[in-house]
């Protein structure tokens, strides 16, 4: 069990690194994802699940990473906000990210793409 959480939580640091990188070199895609966030039940509930594996790993593997307390906070913070998104109307849910995709402009998610890229690197680090 905590093999398999630790190199979840480096697919998960890896994936985190990814999108830093989409963001910095394809900030419309990134958008256009953003846009797409809850926009249909299928979209809407599989983000939701998915994002609760890295949670749950997060938390299981927090006692051996290098910071155990921020390991344990960000997975029950990323679990129970998943499961408060399971009971927010998927519509709302939608409105609020279209929202978002509109106020960050494409130079935005570049600009913040360098926090994704240290995130990521950050977690995988804090496991190996």
């Given amino acids: 069990m905590i093999a398999i959480a630790k190199w979840t939580v480096i697919f998960f640091g890896i994936f985190l690194i990814g999108v ?19 926009s249909t039940n299928f979209i809407n509930y ?6 609760m594996i890295p949670a749950v790993a997060l938390i299981v593997y927090a006692e051996l990473s290098r910071y155990p307390i921020f390991f344990q906070s960000l997975g029950w913070f990323m679990l129970l906000t998943s499961i408060v ?12 990210s279209l929202k978002w ?3 960050i402009k494409p130079f935005y998610f570049q600009l913040i793409s360098p926090f994704a890229l240290l995130f990521g690197t950050f977690i ?3 496991v190996i």
């Fill in 20 to 38: 830093g990188l989409l963001m910095l070199v394809s900030p419309e895609k990134a958008r256009k994802t953003l846009q797409k966030a809850g």
């Fill in 46 to 51: 599989a983000e939701i699940s998915i994002r």
């Fill in 85 to 96: 998104l399971f009971f927010i109307p998927r519509k709302l849910h939608h409105n609020y």
């Fill in 101 to 103: 995709a509109d106020r």
């Fill in 124 to 126: 995988i680090y804090s």
